[in-house]
């Protein structure tokens, strides 16, 4: 199994405030790696490093083998320009906790905009996909619809194929059902489900348990900016081996 | 007990409950005030019909060749200073924004100029430039006499655009502030580039915020341009006064004037409207009606309600 992603001693602060203070970890391609933890632990912040909506401080992240935001000749690193750092996004789709629809598009262009925007692609093909995408995820009579008029879980359900129509290799979710009324939280996480069924490398920020335990392959508990546990969902969940990991379970569970 | 309140409502009578009929609060003070404001009213019309005006000059002369071009001259104005405030606006903005602080101090340095002095000083000033600059050299390209290149409709133009584009500069930054951060941020996440951002996603949305004060700043803009019969460009109501000194009816074209104003910003305010209304969708449930659309529906509204009236009579 080939490394997706491998976070080496990752540092970031903001200011004088250090949220991540060298977190080391491995998400192997394919599996669905779940970030949990209590507010404030990084988990978020850590998410966002790895499509370089933050930048980190100290340390080295890869995606895929190559390094995050850098270049490296020899021992120099040299900060990526802006277009460079757009294209290997195109690679990572990302989740939002408030959707993040543009909502001054429809549910389908909202799905085509970055195809036809980023690579290029004809907007009949692009619609002809963002169709079957939205279909997948359950929305297929939606597609003319602007976010406002569909609810959370919908509204949520097409940010999921809006990022899959970029064909990413690597998909981040960063709490993606927390905004959402517990009646619709179902319906993203069957939508979650059957996207990992299909072999897709997910990264998960979470506080439903329920759905590490079942579709995660691997999880990860941090506490104030570092890795405290890790290993298989079930194992950790069920027995942990950390006091903190303890206590922030006895309360969530 | 329960069986009793079960009962209760089942003795009602299945028409539904009875409407309330009590004699409603007079409000005397609402007459008073009515009558007060009629007579007030009625006091200024009778005051200005029994003045000398010449009411039948106005028709006379309201579509007349000077003054029509007069109106064409100043929505020509209206429309290119307009043009150079948006252009020059989003571009201050732009710089206001950016990162870089040279180009961020210096659009808020021309921001704090040009609102910081009057429109009709500034006219003043391009007016009278030619008094510091002799001649226009604008190396291989451009070389004349100031007096020459300053035409009175260039100082005009110049003048309201650059003043303009002052406060559209504030008006379009608030929009793209207004615009909420996840969404950059989510136009980054698919690999969109920052431009690209900007043109799609950022400016279409902030375009709701800036869309009804650059209706106010055009309607403004069409009254500012008579500001510009100081520098002898003959627009509106240049062309009234000139006429109402060689007809005798000086007071008369001003009312003229006046009416062809109220008329062309009532006509803009409908444009803005629509201009409204086209950037509202997918910002609420559904678009705000039409005028057309609310008198229809008034009228619909209207027919329905007399129905059951005409039942029970």
Same mark, same amino acid.
């Given at each position: 199994?080939?490394?997706?992603?491998?976070?080496?001693?990752?540092?970031?602060?903001?200011?004088?405030?250090?949220?991540?203070?060298? %977190?080391?970890?491995?998400?192997?391609?394919?599996?669905?790696?779940?970030?949990?933890?209590? &507010?404030?632990?990084?988990?978020?912040?850590?998410?966002?490093?790895?499509?370089?909506?933050?930048?980190?401080?100290?340390?080295?992240?890869?995606?895929?083998?190559?390094?995050?935001?850098?270049?490296?000749?020899?021992?120099?690193?040299?900060?990526?320009?802006?277009?460079?750092?757009?294209?290997?996004?195109?690679?990572?789709?990302?989740?939002?906790?408030?959707?993040?629809?543009?909502?001054?598009? /429809?549910?389908?262009?909202?799905?085509?905009?970055?195809?036809?925007?980023?690579?290029?692609?004809?907007?009949?093909?692009?619609?002809?996909?963002?169709?079957?995408?939205?279909? =997948?995820?359950?929305?297929?009579?939606?597609?003319?619809?602007?976010?406002?008029?569909?609810?959370?879980?919908?509204?949520?359900?097409?940010? !999921?194929?809006?990022?899959?129509?970029?064909?990413?290799?690597?998909?981040?979710?960063?709490?993606?059902?927390?905004?959402?009324?517990?009646?619709?939280?179902?319906?993203?996480?069957?939508?979650?489900?059957?996207?990992?069924?299909?072999?897709?490398?997910?990264?998960?920020?979470?506080?439903?348990?329920?759905? $590490?335990?079942?579709?995660?392959?691997?999880?990860?508990?941090?506490?104030?900016?570092?890795?405290?546990?890790?290993?298989?969902?079930?194992?950790?969940?069920?027995?942990?081996?950390?006091?903190?990991?303890?206590?922030?379970?006895?309360?969530?569970? | 007990?329960?069986?009793?309140?079960?009962?209760?409502?089942?003795? /009602?009578?299945?028409?539904?409950?009875?409407?309330?009929?009590? %004699?409603?609060?007079?409000?005397?003070?609402?007459?008073?005030?009515?009558?007060?404001?009629?007579?007030?009213?009625?006091?200024?019309?009778?005051?200005?019909?029994?003045?000398?005006?010449?009411?039948?000059?106005?028709?006379?002369?309201?579509?007349?060749? =000077?003054?029509?071009?007069?109106?064409?001259?100043?929505?020509?104005?209206?429309?290119?200073?307009?043009?150079?405030?948006?252009?020059?606006?989003?571009?201050?903005?732009?710089?206001?924004?950016?990162?870089?602080?040279? /180009?961020?101090?210096?659009?808020?340095?021309?921001?704090?100029?040009?609102?910081?002095?009057?429109?009709?000083?500034?006219? %003043?000033?391009?007016?009278?430039?030619?008094?510091?600059?002799?001649? !226009?050299?604008?190396?291989?390209?451009?070389?004349?006499?100031?007096?020459?290149?300053?035409?009175?409709?260039?100082?005009?133009?110049?003048?309201?655009?650059?003043?303009?584009?002052?406060?559209?500069?504030?008006?379009? =930054?608030?929009?793209?502030?207004?615009?909420?951060?996840?969404?950059?941020?989510?136009?980054?996440?698919?690999?969109?580039?920052?431009?690209?951002?900007?043109?799609?996603?950022?400016?279409?949305?902030?375009?709701?915020?800036?869309?009804?004060?650059?209706?106010?700043?055009?309607?403004?803009?069409?009254?500012?341009?008579?500001?510009?019969?100081?520098?002898?460009?003959?627009?509106?109501? =240049?062309?009234?006064?000139?006429?109402?000194?060689?007809?005798?009816?000086?007071?008369?074209?001003?009312?003229?004037?006046? $009416?062809?104003?109220?008329?062309?910003?009532?006509?803009?305010?409908?444009?803005?409207?629509?201009?409204?209304?086209?950037?509202?969708?997918?910002? &609420?449930?559904?678009?705000?009606? /039409?005028?057309?659309?609310?008198?229809?529906?008034?009228?619909? &509204?209207?027919?329905?309600?007399?129905?059951?009236?005409?039942?029970?009579?």
């Amino acid at each position: 199994m080939t490394v997706m992603v491998k976070a080496e001693g990752v540092h970031k602060s903001f200011g004088p405030v250090e949220v991540l203070t060298g %977190i080391d970890l491995e998400v192997k391609t394919g599996e669905v790696f779940c970030l949990i933890g209590p &507010s404030g632990s990084g988990k978020s912040t850590f998410l966002r490093c790895i499509n370089h909506l933050e930048k980190i401080n100290a340390g080295r992240l890869y995606v895929d083998g190559e390094l995050v935001g850098y270049r490296q000749k020899g021992d120099k690193l040299y900060e990526l320009k802006d277009s460079e750092v757009a294209v290997k996004r195109r690679d990572i789709g990302m989740v939002f906790q408030r959707f993040n629809l543009f909502p001054h598009m /429809t549910a389908v262009e909202n799905v085509i905009e970055a195809p036809v925007q980023v690579k290029g692609v004809g907007k009949g093909k692009a619609r002809e996909r963002a169709l079957e995408l939205l279909d =997948r995820v359950g929305l297929a009579d939606k597609a003319g619809n602007y976010p406002s008029q569909l609810s959370g879980g919908q509204q949520q359900r097409v940010a !999921i194929a809006r990022a899959l129509a970029m064909d990413p290799k690597l998909m981040l979710f960063d709490e993606p059902t927390s905004a959402l009324d517990p009646e619709l939280v179902g319906d993203v996480l069957d939508v979650m489900r059957d996207l990992a069924e299909s072999g897709m490398t997910m990264i998960v920020v979470t506080h439903e348990m329920g759905f $590490a335990r079942e579709v995660g392959d691997s999880l990860v508990f941090m506490d104030g900016g570092v890795v405290v546990e890790s290993g298989h969902p079930r194992e950790v969940l069920t027995n942990p081996q950390h006091e903190r990991t303890k206590s922030f379970l006895s309360k969530v569970l | 007990m329960t069986v009793d309140i079960d009962k209760t409502p089942a003795d /009602t009578p299945p028409a539904g409950p009875e409407a309330i009929k009590a %004699i409603p609060v007079r409000h005397y003070g609402r007459y008073v005030s009515a009558v007060v404001a009629i007579a007030l009213l009625g006091g200024v019309v009778y005051a200005f019909s029994q003045g000398k005006i010449n009411w039948g000059a106005i028709p006379d002369y309201f579509f007349d060749d =000077r003054i029509l071009d007069g109106v064409g001259k100043t929505l020509l104005l209206t429309i290119l200073s307009m043009a150079i405030g948006v252009i020059g606006g989003v571009l201050l903005a732009v710089m206001r924004l950016s990162k870089n602080p040279v /180009t961020s101090s210096i659009a808020w340095f021309y921001i704090w100029f040009f609102r910081g002095t009057p429109v009709l000083v500034q006219l %003043i000033v391009w007016f009278n430039l030619g008094l510091v600059f002799e001649y !226009i050299n604008l190396g291989p390209f451009y070389k004349d006499e100031w007096s020459d290149f300053m035409t009175p409709f260039l100082t005009a133009l110049l003048g309201l655009g650059l003043n303009e584009a002052a406060y559209m500069a504030e008006i379009c =930054r608030a929009g793209l502030l207004s615009v909420d951060e996840g969404q950059t941020e989510a136009s980054h996440a698919l690999g969109m580039s920052h431009a690209k951002t900007l043109r799609r996603i950022v400016i279409p949305q902030a375009m709701r915020v800036i869309v009804p004060p650059t209706g106010n700043e055009v309607i403004n803009m069409l009254k500012t341009t008579s500001l510009v019969s100081v520098v002898q460009y003959p627009e509106l109501l =240049r062309a009234a006064q000139d006429i109402g000194q060689t007809s005798g009816a000086p007071a008369e074209m001003l009312f003229l004037a006046a $009416a062809w104003y109220l008329l062309l910003t009532s006509i803009f305010s409908v444009g803005q409207y629509y201009l409204e209304r086209y950037y509202a969708r997918g910002s &609420s449930r559904s678009l705000p009606a /039409t005028p057309f659309q609310k008198i229809r529906a008034n009228v619909l &509204s209207l027919s329905s309600r007399s129905k059951p009236k005409g039942g029970t009579a």
